[in-house]
């Protein structure tokens, strides 16, 4: 894509290769900000909202907020890696985080996720990601990927396996982990 098809606020915020290799690291973050038109941060906040109704009072804010960020970075670094010279931007990353996370959460609480909303939705989403030419597929994935890791820690069924504060430090080190990713791609 063409940079002059994007606004000068957007595209302070968006991600790709280039400028990673610029310095300007605060974009796989910034990057989930940053939607291609009404219907993109339509779709993105509605889901992230409905999913929030879902975690946020069985994890906390503190944790909903850490799966979100993990997952955001995880879909940056996805459609990083993926597509580097791509102009990326929008929460999907975070949002099928959410998404792959509830599946997880579901499936070790032993419910069928196709027998929720929450499993079609995530299989439509999946499709559309694949049949939509233009939607970042290294974005959806990576963001997916590690939303369902960190579920592992943070939707544990057994609080007794798993401390508290192991619960706060597994995402920001998975985190960490993703960031390093990043910085060793683009250095590569």
């Known amino acids: 894509m063409s940079l002059s098809g994007f606004d000068k606020t957007s595209i ?13 690291w605060y974009r796989l973050l910034s990057c989930g900000f940053v ?29 909903f907020a850490l799966l979100y960020l993990t997952a955001l970075l995880g879909g940056s670094v996805g459609a990083l890696i993926m597509s580097p ?5 929008g929460a999907s990353g975070a949002v099928f985080g959410l998404m792959a996370a509830a599946v997880v959460g579901l499936r070790r609480d032993r419910i069928n996720p196709m027998q929720t909303g929450i499993g079609m939705t995530f299989v439509l989403n999946i499709v559309i990601t694949l049949v939509i030419p233009g939607i970042s597929i290294g974005g ?7 939303g369902a890791i ?39």
């Open 12 to 24: 302070n915020f968006v991600i790709s290769r280039q400028f990673l290799e610029q310095g300007e």
């Open 35 to 63: 939607h291609f038109g009404v219907f993109h941060v339509a779709m993105n906040m509605l889901l992230a909202y409905q999913l929030g109704q879902l975690f946020e009072h069985k994890i906390g804010s503190l944790r």
């Open 85 to 89: 010279d791509a102009i990326t931007g």
């Open 140 to 146: 959806h994935f990576g963001g997916a990927i590690a």
């Open 150 to 188: 960190c579920s592992l820690f943070l939707l544990n069924p057994s609080k007794r396996t798993i401390s508290k504060l192991f619960e706060v430090f597994a995402p920001i080190a998975i985190s960490i982990a993703l960031v390093y990713l990043a910085v060793s791609f683009v250095n590569a």
